[in-house]
């Protein structure tokens, strides 16, 4: 109960934290570069679109997922709270406990941030949206290889879905699949930025998450198969399958087990750092 106390009160700082400004500004920005041109493409082919669509749209698109993980690593850069008082309540709890605590706060934020994705996502596609679990023409007719969509794909690269998703997933499996590989997605790079925040600063933190986001995002693009050793890769669904021919590249049960592997190392690593730090000092850190 304890730990559960610690998680919801970090929780409410993260909830009104100043940064949420910067989630509301994504927004806006998905709105735009997302859902605007989605609408454009319903137009264009005359047919709506499932609601869901958007939704899976931000949780999968290749340039869609950098943005939401780089908001998410702006919003966690302020924890975990190392002040005099956070130190109390570490003596208090004992520190292997204090850090299980600040991953199940970081769960419940990545959670929720899915979660007013979703409906973002849903809303904001009305009233061109449909319930269902079938895809939609729309969206299988924008991935044709014309060279009007073949255009259209390069002007507004965070406004489809790829086709490998529709291929290999229903609409509601790849809500649940793609929300399961993100939320882990998520903890891991928040845990690698609280981690190295508590042995180092926070600069340190947020720049070796932004350095790990980059590289696999980078090596992803290029096409190399060492992209599979970063945890951005194993958070884009689409690219798990080659869209052209419906081969697996790499099972989507595979990046579950990379992610949730990655993770525990990421806690045992977390709970030896905070165990060896000198508590005197983590409340004059930056």
């Known amino acids: ?8 009160s970090e929780y409410v700082k993260w909830l009104k934290n ?3 400004i910067i989630f509301l500004f994504t927004l806006i920005c998905l709105y735009m570069f997302s859902i605007s041109p989605m609408k454009e493409y319903i137009a264009m082919f005359g047919e709506p679109v499932n609601a869901l669509e958007p939704y899976v749209t931000f949780i999968t698109n290749v340039f869609c997922v950098p943005v939401i993980t780089l908001t998410f690593a702006v919003l966690m850069i302020d924890f975990p709270d190392i002040s005099a008082n956070a130190t109390f309540v570490l003596i208090r709890t004992g520190r292997a406990r204090w850090y299980r605590s600040q991953v199940g706060f970081v769960i419940m934020a990545a959670a929720t941030m899915l979660a007013i994705l979703f409906v973002f996502g849903t809303v904001a596609i009305q009233p061109q949206g449909f319930v269902g679990n ?3 023409n729309s969206a299988k007719l924008v991935n044709a290889q014309t060279m009007e969509t ?4 390069s002007t507004n690269p965070l406004s489809y879905l790829d086709l490998s998703v529709m291929t290999n997933f229903s609409v509601v499996g790849a809500v649940a699949v793609c929300s399961l590989l993100t ?11 609280m981690t190295l925040a508590l042995r180092f600063n926070r600069i340190i933190g947020l720049a070796a998450n932004l350095l790990t986001l980059g590289a696999g995002m980078a090596l992803q693009i290029i096409g190399l198969k060492i992209c599979w050793l970063f945890p951005f ?3 884009t669904a689409g690219k798990h399958y080659d869209g052209l021919f419906n081969e697996v590249i790499f099972p989507a ?8 592997a990655a993770n525990i190392l990421m806690y045992f690593i977390g709970v030896r750092v905070i165990k060896r730090k000198n508590l005197s000092l983590m409340s004059k850190e930056d």
Do not use: E, P
């Open 183 to 193: 939320v882990l997605h998520l903890t891991f790079c928040a845990q690698l930025q």
């Open 150 to 153: 073949n255009f259209f794909r």
């Open 253 to 260: 049960w595979g990046s579950v087990l990379y992610l949730v």
């Open 134 to 136: 079938v895809w939609s």
């Open 233 to 235: 890769a194993h958070s």
């Open 18 to 20: 100043d940064k949420q």
């Open 1 to 8: 109960m304890k730990r559960l106390g610690i998680a919801f």
